[in-house]
């Protein structure tokens, strides 16, 4: 099979949306980019015709996974909600 | 960490980047053609399908092993012991409950149709496991399932048993001369009976990932 | 090119963006989420260079068809063992990150 369009189109998205999920600021934001990026990966699969990958990549690397990781964005949420209050990231930072 | 310090890691995973790219353009071609020895064999394996033969048969030994670093991973997690919930409390919601009760019984349909397809297309125990376990996930969400603070017996027995039966059909193969080596006529529903054992085991193992946690907490009493 | 290596290219691109984030993230659950991107890179790698000559390759696929699996159980131990450590601290970040930043400037990569 040769190289088409779609596979540089699919390259980019798989760089940019790691890239994404890298940097971005916000925890659940960062997991909502990285499942998208689970899902780019099972194209990816597909394209080099293994099906098999493929659908164990969506089922894990961007279902289970994500769920993991979203649950776990909320329970850390809940834990600096409870823990600090409001200003406490400041007084931490001034500590340093 | 320092912003130089940031900078030049970023510009050292850059230079990686670019050293494994000319790595791989220079690569020789492979020596052995692993796919047409597979194809070669393929008859003598048991099933039809490559990928399930390599992974149940030509490589059984990496699959066994995996088995056992997930249920290692589980009691990992088990052990570690569960954190007190921290999430509000969510509102029964009757309509996804609804919806979860009516999918479960077809996700494990689609779960069996996966198991069954794996010896001769794509498809096998790991990816029927995947369903299982995205049925309990949804299960739990939904509500009809609890966490699982304390695995009781047959749920750490049913943990155990697709390991437990790969391994006897491993040790099995001893007395024919080698570890995991099949008897010829046999090979076909040995590997069905390993991949049903798996099958329910990884199931039961991943869900359990997402289910060794604490109690959601419901916003009162469930009726 | 064929299809096999440069998906096997991008595999690389991966593996040295998640190996970056690996290291410059401080708080944990970017840390794992790197740890992921840099799995899949990896796999992305062996399918790929296996594949350069056109043909699908059934052993490497095998092998990331179980590495999936791993890498899965991997990132839900390193979940639970984060939340058991935010409950403990009330912060999801290494200790000795928090720590060594501002006293040693060149950070963890310095030493």
């Known amino acids: 099979m040769s190289l088409s369009p779609f596979d540089l189109l699919l390259a980019v998205m798989l760089l940019l949306t790691a890239w994404r999920a890298l940097v971005a600021p916000d925890p659940f934001r960062a997991t909502v980019l990285f499942i998208v990026f689970g899902l780019l990966m099972a194209l990816a699969w597909a394209r080099l015709s293994a099906p098999d990958i493929a659908l164990a990549e969506a089922a894990i690397g961007a279902g289970l996974t994500g769920a993991l990781l979203l649950d776990a964005v909320g329970h850390l949420r809940a834990v600096r909600r409870q823990s600090s209050p409001p200003g406490g990231d400041k007084a931490r930072e001034a500590a340093k | 960490m320092n912003r130089w ?198 199931g039961l193992t991943l869900a359990g990932l997402f289910l060794a946690g604490p109690e959601i907490p419901r916003g009162g009493p469930r009726t | 090119m064929s299809l096999g290596l440069f998906y096997a290219l991008v595999g690389g691109g991966l593996f040295a963006l998640g190996l970056a984030g690996l290291i410059l993230q401080p708080r944990l659950l970017g840390k794992i989420l790197a740890f992921n991107i840099l799995g899949s890179g990896a796999f992305l790698v062996l399918v790929g260079l296996a594949q350069r000559g056109g043909t699908p390759d059934p052993v490497p696929q095998a092998m990331v068809l179980t590495g999936i699996v791993v890498a899965v159980a991997a990132t839900a131990l390193a979940l639970a063992l984060t939340r058991r450590l935010a409950d403990l601290s009330g912060a999801a970040v290494l200790p000795e990150d928090d720590a060594r930043a501002p006293a040693n400037p060149r950070g963890p990569d310095g030493d």
């Open chain 2, 5 to 202: 310090a940031s900078v030049a890691v970023a510009l050292l995973c850059a230079v990686l980047a670019l050293a494994l790219a000319w790595a791989m353009w220079d690569l020789p071609p492979a020596p052995v053609a692993l796919p047409a020895q597979v194809a070669g064999s393929l008859a003598i394996s048991g099933v039809e399908h490559p990928v399930t033969a390599v992974l149940l048969n030509f490589r059984g030994y990496d699959t066994l092993l995996e088995v056992g670093v997930l249920l290692i991973a589980l009691l990992g997690m088990l052990a570690a012991g569960a954190t007190p919930e921290r999430m509000t409390a969510l509102p029964p919601d009757p309509v996804l409950e609804g919806l979860a009760r009516l999918l479960a019984p077809l996700m494990v349909l689609v779960a069996g149709y996966l198991l069954w397809a794996g010896a001769f297309r794509p498809g096998g125990a790991f990816q029927a496991a995947a369903v299982l376990a995205a049925a309990g996930v949804l299960l739990r969400l939904a509500g009809p399932v609890t966490a699982w603070t304390r695995p009781g017996r047959v749920l750490r027995l049913a943990l155990a048993a697709g390991f437990v039966v790969f391994l006897a059909v491993a040790v099995l193969g001893l007395a024919q001369g080698a570890m995991l080596e099949y008897p010829r006529a046999w090979a076909g529903s040995l590997i069905l009976a390993v991949e049903a054992g798996l099958t329910v085991s990884l």
